[in-house]
């Protein structure tokens, strides 16, 4: 299997991260449902079981937005000084979305990442073997 040059892994990666998207093939769907990884890719049979994200998009939520959010938050309230209840219409929603929204397409990173990557561990180096052996209709071509 060629090997793809980097640019292009990290605009697949974003491509099917972004539309939650099989990271093999790029039709079938990543998620069964919101932040549910589906069990195997429906068009072409990629079993997602090498997927495990854990606490990763949380993490990267908790980094990209929400601390930038919380320096917004706290600029507001200096600069401003608004009572209490404009923050229940302004903060809140913003840093509920803020942390919520993101979760999904980091997620869709992640697993296209580590399947891009083949992100290895300990234990799953069988599986990665098995899904490689298999792999005939392999997006990135032999
Ligand atoms: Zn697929």
Redesign the pocket.
């Known amino acids: 299997m060629a090997e793809i040059k980097d640019d292009g892994k990290l605009a697949w990666i974003l491509r099917s991260g972004w539309k939650g998207?099989?990271?093999?093939?790029?039709?079938?769907r990543m998620f069964a449902s919101w932040l549910k990884i589906a069990p195997e890719?429906?068009?072409?049979?990629?079993d997602y079981r090498f997927a495990s994200p854990d606490d990763g998009p949380a993490f990267f939520s908790l980094c990209i937005v929400a601390f930038p959010l919380t320096f917004l938050v706290v600029w507001f309230q200096v600069a401003v000084e608004p009572p209490m209840w404009v923050h229940l219409f302004t903060s809140v929603p913003l840093m509920m979305a803020g942390c919520l929204l993101p979760l999904r397409p980091i997620k869709g990173w992640l697993v296209a990442s580590q399947y891009v990557n083949r992100a290895q561990e300990a234990g799953t180096e069988k599986l990665w073997a098995r899904l490689h052996n298999q792999a005939s209709?392999n997006?990135f071509g032999d």
């Open positions: 998207c099989c990271p093999r093939c790029g039709k079938g890719c429906g068009e072409c049979g990629l209709g997006a």
